[in-house]
């Protein structure tokens, strides 16, 4: 859960200096401190004695980060797709 933190700040770094994604890499560089209240609402949510009753939400702010996640993930790919795919004449 900790390495997008790091490696989508590097992965704007690096695309920033490619023409066409440095709107992409701003939203990451703004997605990443989003990131952290989440984080801190996942790991502060977490406890394994409500979780063995079948009590507690720690699903519930795992799953939204997960989704977070991913959803960066599906914009990078899309991104990468669409200018991959060559002109249509």
């Known amino acids: 859960m900790l390495t997008p933190l ?5 992965a704007s770094h690096f695309r920033w200096q ?3 994604w440095r709107r992409f890499s701003s939203a990451l560089l703004v997605a ?3 990131t952290v209240p989440m984080l801190a609402w996942f790991f502060l949510s977490y406890d394994q004695a409500a979780i063995t009753v ?10 939204l980060l997960l989704i977070e996640v991913q959803g960066r ?3 990078l790919g899309w991104l990468g797709y669409r200018r991959a795919t060559p002109p249509s004449r």
Not at 6 to 10: K, L
Not at 54 to 63: F, T
Request: net charge positive; aromatic share 8%; hydrophobic share 40%.
């Open 6 to 10: 790091s490696r989508f700040q590097v």
């Open 18 to 20: 490619v023409p066409g």
């Open 32 to 34: 990443v401190p989003l």
């Open 54 to 63: 079948g009590q507690g939400i720690s699903g519930i702010p795992e799953r």
């Open 73 to 75: 993930f599906v914009a």
